[in-house]
């Protein structure tokens, strides 16, 4: 049964409306003006509410105002009841949130069809607000269920420490990092097109392909190799046209030596002393498409030699494409960001991260933010067992 709030200052118009409408099966509440009437509302939340535009103190407009500023009101249905006819009376009332109008003196028939017409539309209200929660629910899951899935932070011989930060929707970041024998150490970060559980699965895969070594007779040790793979397992013909840029790396800790591809990735981005309060930057990263996107797409490999207490960053694009408010944050700024900490010696990813959240314009990010930072250590005292 479906509860109506009549507020009306007038007793003859109220018991006439609760006549009409108990007749129809509906609840009845009353309240004689708008302070009591808000004040019911707020406490019982009726699917509809019937209010006179005209009441000494709190007028109707003021309380249609108060109710949609409401979130616990978001689906209530508000009739305003009112003698005034003119467009400017209407367009008042309509930007004050009102949903309908009823004209005095009131006619039975019309009275009812408007109440039906508002209470079926505050059902599908109600009915999308139930799945929007699931919804979201269900992205909160998906959400716990990617950082399950995130490697821990490293602390030797190197230290890796990583943050992600979904957006609201869950975009399709994902990364890990381990070990391939005891000398080289496999390091990837992928951001799959899209938002939502679309995005999501796919990066799952990938990580669950790479992580148990799945595609038989591959070298996980040539970057080029794991990307063409990649592209021949995730045509995007055959994966709801999801395709997806990865950075993908092997780093030998013996020789200091470091291989790569990638495919439509932001560089990573590796910073190394050049003198006691400055730094030299490398961006790193290979000319290819996307993986996915077309099948014969050739990947290549970049080397780079790591000096000791190098630091290396690898990110998806959400940690530069932020909508801020000054219009001059991009991927220079970012880079900028991270060599001036570098310089102060400051490996902190929290700070970063929270100099990000100011930037952003919004409460919430439009895309996923992901990012890896690896610090290099001195000198590794172990014969060199290279294998590229």
Not at 282 to 307: I, R, W
Not at 348 to 359: G, P
Request: net charge negative.
């Amino acid at each position: 049964m479906f509860t109506i709030l009549i507020i009306d200052d007038d007793q003859i118009v109220q018991l006439t409306l609760k006549k009409i409408l108990e007749q129809q099966g509906y609840q009845i509440i009353t309240a004689t003006n708008g302070k009591a009437g808000l004040e019911k509302a707020q406490q019982l939340q009726p699917a509809l509410i019937i209010c006179d535009w005209l009441m000494p103190g709190m007028d109707g407009i003021e309380v249609c105002r108060s109710v949609k500023a409401d979130a616990n009101l978001s689906t209530t249905f508000f009739i305003v009841l009112t003698s005034l006819d003119s467009v400017v009376d209407v367009v008042k009332g309509l930007d004050s949130g009102a949903d309908d109008f009823i004209t005095k003196p009131i006619e039975p028939n019309e009275l009812k069809a408007r109440v039906r017409a508002g209470l079926r539309l505050h059902q599908m209200s109600r009915d999308l607000q139930i799945q929007k929660q699931l919804l979201e629910t269900e992205l909160g899951e998906a959400v716990d269920y990617v950082r399950n899935l995130l490697p821990p932070p490293m602390y030797q011989p190197l230290t890796i420490n990583s943050r992600f930060i979904p957006c609201k929707k869950l975009g399709g970041d994902c990364f890990d990092y381990y070990w391939l024998d005891s000398d080289y150490l496999a390091i990837y970060l992928l951001d799959t097109a899209g938002h939502g559980l679309g995005a999501t699965l796919p990066s799952i895969s990938v990580l669950n392909i790479l992580r148990s070594r799945a595609i038989a007779r591959l070298n996980y040790y040539q970057p080029n190799q794991v990307l063409s793979a990649l592209n021949d397992t995730f045509q995007m013909n055959y994966h709801n046209n999801k395709y997806f840029t990865i950075w993908y790396g092997v780093y030998n800790r013996v020789n200091r030596q470091l291989i790569y591809s990638s495919a439509g990735h932001p560089p990573a981005v590796l910073l190394s002393k050049n003198a006691p309060n400055s730094s030299q930057i490398k961006l790193l990263t290979t000319a290819c498409v996307p993986v996915g996107m077309f099948p014969d797409s050739e990947y290549v490999n970049g080397f780079c030699q790591v000096e000791e207490f190098s630091s290396l960053y690898i990110f998806s694009d959400g940690v530069y494409e932020i909508n801020s408010a000054s219009n001059t944050w991009d991927f220079d700024a970012f880079v900028n960001l991270l060599q001036e900490r570098y310089n102060n010696e400051n490996h902190n990813l929290d700070e970063i991260l929270n100099h990000l959240l100011a930037l952003n314009s919004k409460t919430v990010f439009d895309d996923d933010l992901s990012i890896l930072e690896l610090t290099f250590a001195g000198h590794v005292n172990k014969p060199n067992s290279i294998n590229w």
